[in-house]
């Protein structure tokens, strides 16, 4: 080894520093090698064979509080893009030939030394718990008989890209059958947290393919407000002939402040269908919430203000009383017709249809109480149950409203009751006690009224003659005599 | 990627191997230890709107240089990464610990205050997640998970007068490739202040 001239204690330090270096290198390549080898998977992020993964994020609990918890996905089989056999999300996507179109979010997590995957940001945590609540909305469809009618995986738009400011919604789009989720920017839980919300907008789906699909034109949420306010591109092959129809929902009439005509019978009639339907789906899709969730008070968990109007849980003489008619319903229409202005008129429309919409949750809601009470069952089960009839009263309730409509004759609550009477065939005193008033409080005339009766061992609901015969304590004193003259 | 991450790889060393030899008819010193008060280091990270945004750290580094081969050590800790609201946050941390063989063998002489280098690292490092819903919170730990790196970058040399001591600026830019990584390879910059000692 050839060693240059220096002060001694150099030498001895060179060939250590060569010695070290020599081999530090050696084992820094070892290593990287080692690595790049190792590392041909490039991610420990791998579901199990079966899909399952193990992750942490906000969930309800069986009581329905809602908690860090860690819970199982099931059939992962992207975990980069969270998708597999119960959802598949797009990002900021756009509507193009009744499909979502764009790019998978990208999931981030971290895996603890238990295995568990921890969301690394918002957006991945909330796909995890949409994944969630769509695995267990399968389930749910499968116990109610619904399996087959939602094609699954579920397509959800996350960040759906908003022009005109809508945030703090979801939305079920039926023509592309997806769930729409608008960023959240309010401070309470967001909207792809809540179960209940989630249920709700899933509900839609149900809705829309027992109900309104190849029978209406009336949309879950008005897809043409909500496609124009939120900017989202629907590049449909047939979105002209879409907004066309959109245009002229259900024959709605252009309402303007300089247009004081009143309203023709046949578009009153055609507002009205759009009115109840739209009440009758959003009512049902906040049952929906409720079921799945057991918090009456769903929505308020993520919107405040909206919670309020639309809690479940009030007294059951309100409920009762509340139950729309179709007279009240015609009266507000034309006093909202009569404010003039077409956007204000297409907002107290809506913002009218979610009042009664929730008269109809309100409404199943106490039955199903009853109903569990009156049969003790577990409040879950007494819950399902109505589910249940639920599902099988939409096609005959869809079949009845059309022909009433093809007769020129409201369908309206009190035929709804009814159809609900029908499919509880074994129905309870108590049960019937407490649907009676609703029945008479929807019956039109004074000279009849609904009652409970036993026949064969089986209580019905029978409409009888009521007597005229006033109350005593309210006849008028039988006039005196005159003895003075 | 691997097998062109192992290409680089090799292609540094054998510029090394042709470069060491080479370093033997510099009549330079020598032995330097370096190290860089001021840092500033960034890091392409995704953000929870999807895209990628610069996350800086605060780094320290120390090295060890051998005529042109240097040893490097550095720490960088990123700043904390917060998404979500009031009612559910998470925030993350990550910590990386580097260890760069940095290899000055594009010099134009050995006076030339400029220099071209490449580099290459092994390191760990470890992602720390803080998820709050409701009031509850918990902390997740990655663990420490290996990562490799690559960097290209240019160095300025100004010599104090009648000192061993000189100053040295340094931009790179930088590659991370490794398990877990997100983006991977997540890429990055570097520009530094330091000082380096000969003797």
Known sequence: MSRRKGPVFIEPREDFVKFVFDRVTAAIFLLVLSLSTGCSDSSSFTADPQGTVKVVAPAPTSDGAYKLQVFELLGIEDLKELSGQFAKFFFSPKIRNSHLEGEAPRSQFLVNSNGEYIPKDEMTQQLAVIYLHMQRLAALDKELGLEGLNKWPRDVGMAVNVSGGITNNAFYDGQSDSMLIVPYKAQDMAIALNGGILAHEHFHSIFYKLALKNNSKTEAHNRRDFLKAAGIQDESENKNENAEELKNLAGRPEVSSENSKPLAVTQKRLIYQETFLRALNEGLADYWGWMYTGDPDFIALSLKSAGRARNLDRTYKDVIVTLPRAADIVDKIEMTYADGENEKFESNALAFSYKLGTSFARFFKYFAEVYGESRQLENVRARKDIARKIVEMLPEFMAGFKEASDKDRYYDSLDLVKLLLEKTPDLKSEECEAVVPTLNFLKIGFDKQYSCVVVDGKVQVELTEVSFAPPAETLLPPPRENKTL | ?199
């Open chain 2, 1 to 199: 990627m691997i097998k062109s991450f192992i290409t680089v790889f090799l292609m540094f060393f054998s510029l090394s191997a042709r470069a060491l030899p080479a370093q033997k008819t510099v009549d330079l010193p020598k032995n330097k230890i370096w190290i860089s008060p001021l840092v500033y280091n960034s890091q392409l990270q995704r953000n929870n709107e999807q895209e990628l945004q610069l996350a800086q750290s605060s780094t320290f580094a120390i090295s060890y240089t051998r005529n042109t081969l240097e040893f490097l050590l550095e720490y960088s800790l990123y700043g904390r990464n917060s998404s979500g609201n009031q009612t559910s946050n998470i925030e993350t941390q990550k910590a990386e610990w580097n260890l760069w063989l940095r290899f000055l063998n594009i010099k134009h002489s050995a006076q030339d205050p400029w220099s071209l280098y490449l580099g290459l690292a092994a390191g760990i490092y470890e992602r720390q997640v803080t998820t709050t819903f409701m009031g509850d919170s918990r902390i997740d730990s990655s663990g420490k998970k290996p990562q490799l790196g690559a960097k290209l970058g240019v160095e300025y040399k100004v010599p104090f007068v009648n000192s061993n001591w000189e100053m040295q600026v340094r931009i790179e830019g930088r590659a991370f490739y490794g398990q877990d990584l997100e983006p991977n390879p997540t890429s990055g910059a570097q520009g530094n202040l330091g000082f380096a000692y000969s003797f």
